[in-house]
């Protein structure tokens, strides 16, 4: 939402140049949400818009818990229910609290043309500095999770700031504070990835065997990550995504073309002007002139005669 | 227009304010367009007040330009269809480039470089308007899947840079072919540019009498 001084960048959308990064004792942070321990409650989700201070306008009923059905720009953060049977023919009621990932490589930050609209602080956390943001949805199209989302209101795109305002001044986010039960926990990402450890061999020692922890590789990592009971098919939790990465349409035309693109324009520049400074202008002579009067001439134009010469001679 | 006497009609009035806003509309794109393409450029959004007001106003001058050159489509496809000369003249065109065209095949109005880039705008700009609907954020970007968007992107990166290089050697080849530039100001050119380097369009606007296209003439009928 807004530019913290209080924390380096470490990436910048749009821009070339290093970012102040004087300080050196930021710790990478993540937050972990124990998918087997959430009970459903939304009080991450009331505790989101009690924070950020978003009310979303009032919708319909569509028949599932999923309240509202998607994220938007004022609903950063999202229950997501699904029914699951397994191969026993066994119910599963699978909970899954939807938001940005805070990918260690953004996609939406790769994608983003703007400069400073999006920003990774040292702690990891992905941020949107609205100020910036020119609203053209790009970030749309290089998120792996389908996060962003753009206001009709503003024309700015918005999404989780994983409470970047909380953290920077050493508070966890709003979502963590309210959980009940403990499932979304908070704090460096090598405590979180122990403790998720912990959690796993505790719940393969119940049976779960294919229990595990989601932190993607193909986005380097995640600074949001899940205990899943099945994290063999992460897609079984409402569409999450087995194998993210940033689409290769996206680093096709973010990557390879922007550089040869740009070459090709300047060569073709500099083809022209050494094209004008080795063989020159193609002008009109007078032979050319004289020619085309001759011809005229012959063909009985009667105003081609005497006006003619010495008119748009090349000088 | 007052215009010297005896000089030939190259392009008429209408053409040529069509082809102006044509100009200036891919002249607004091109510029807006690479501050959204590439960081090094983004300062040209400074000219249209801003990274949101050059997002935002980006696709109207899209449609603007799409209707402008579909009237040039209207007035020059006739003139710019492909044929066997065409390619003898292709064939040539090392000599073309090397202002020695006296063995180069005679050109009616249009050679085939010229048709060149008016077909490849002919498929550029609407291949750029189709790509460029789909991730119209705001008004279409509500209908088209997110994947679909991720290639309607890249092909409009792709088209808009093939457009500009186009562009430059349509630009070059006015500066470099002298009179070229006044032809599409003023809509005039000298029997002798027309001998020169349109000998075939030349032979038969003298055949008739006729001094170029005139409104509802395509410049084989006598202008008087």
């Known amino acids: 939402m807004s530019d913290l001084q209080s924390q380096n960048y470490i990436r910048r959308s749009a821009s070339t140049l290093t970012p102040p990064s004087v300080r050196n004792h930021e710790a990478e942070v993540a937050k972990l949400i124990d998918v087997t321990r959430c009970i459903g409650c939304k009080a991450c989700q009331a505790a989101c818009m009690e924070w950020n201070d978003l009310r979303n306008e ?3 009923f569509e028949g599932s818990y999923d309240n509202p059905m998607d994220l938007d720009p004022s609903t950063w953060t999202l229950m997501r229910f699904t029914e699951w049977e397994d191969d026993k023919g066994n119910l599963e009621w699978l909970i899954r609290k939807d938001g940005c990932m805070h990918c260690e490589d953004p996609g939406c930050l790769k994608a983003c043309p703007a400069p400073g609209a999006i920003v990774q602080y040292e702690n990891g956390i992905v941020d949107f500095i609205s100020e910036n943001c020119i609203g053209c949805g790009y970030c749309v199209k290089g998120c792996p999770f389908n996060i962003p989302r753009i206001s009709p209101v503003d024309r700015k795109s918005y999404k989780c700031t994983l409470c970047s305002d909380r953290v920077a001044v050493g508070l966890e986010p709003a979502c963590v504070k309210a959980c009940p039960t403990g499932a979304i ?3 460096s990402k090598s405590d979180m990835t122990d403790w998720a450890g912990e959690r796993i061999v505790d719940l393969k020692s119940r049976g779960f065997e294919n229990a595990g922890l989601y932190d993607p590789p193909g986005v380097d990592g995640t600074h949001v990550m899940y205990v899943l009971h099945h994290a063999d098919t992460p897609s079984i939790y409402a569409g999450l995504p087995d194998n993210p990465q940033i689409s290769t349409v996206v680093s096709a035309w973010k990557g390879l073309l922007k550089p040869i693109a740009l070459a090709g324009i300047a060569f073709a520049a500099v083809a022209g002007f050494m094209h004008w400074v080795v063989v020159g202008p193609n002008e009109v002579q007078p032979e050319d002139e004289l020619e085309a009067e001759r011809l005229l001439e012959a063909k009985g134009q009667p105003d081609a005669t005497d006006e003619r010469p010495g008119m748009d001679r090349p000088v | 227009m007052t215009r010297p006497r005896g000089t030939l009609t190259r392009f008429g009035t209408v053409t040529r304010i069509n082809h102006w806003i044509t100009a200036a509309c891919f002249v607004l794109l091109t510029l807006s367009g690479l501050a959204m393409f590439h960081p ?8 249209f007040g801003g990274g949101q007001w050059t997002r935002a106003i980006h696709p109207w001058i899209g449609i603007v330009l799409l209707i402008s050159y579909a009237g040039l489509v209207v007035q020059f496809w006739r003139d710019n269809l492909w044929n066997r000369e065409d390619l003898a003249w292709t064939l040539a065109f090392d000599r073309v480039l090397a ?3 006296e063995d180069v095949p005679e050109v009616a109005r249009f050679n085939a470089g010229q048709k060149f880039v008016f077909w490849s705008m002919a498929l550029l700009i609407p291949a750029l308007f ?7 954020e705001g008004y279409f970007t509500s209908y ?3 994947e679909l968007q991720r290639f309607a992107v890249l092909i409009h990166s792709l088209a808009a840079i ?3 290089l186009v562009w430059i050697t349509h630009v070059y080849a006015g500066i470099w072919v002298r009179g070229s530039m006044r032809a599409m100001t003023q809509g005039y050119v000298t029997p002798g540019w027309a001998w020169r380097h349109h000998r075939k369009w030349f032979r038969a606007l003298a055949a008739t009498g006729s001094t170029g296209p005139q409104p509802g003439n395509d410049g084989d009928k006598p202008s008087k």
């Open chain 2, 40 to 47: 090094l450029m983004f300062w040209l959004s400074g000219l």
């Open chain 2, 162 to 164: 093939a457009a500009i």
């Open chain 2, 99 to 101: 202002n020695e065209e």
């Open chain 2, 144 to 146: 088209t899947s997110v």
């Open chain 2, 130 to 136: 189709f790509t460029g609907i789909a991730i119209w």
């Open chain 1, 185 to 187: 926990l908070f704090g």
């Open chain 1, 58 to 60: 009032i919708g319909y």
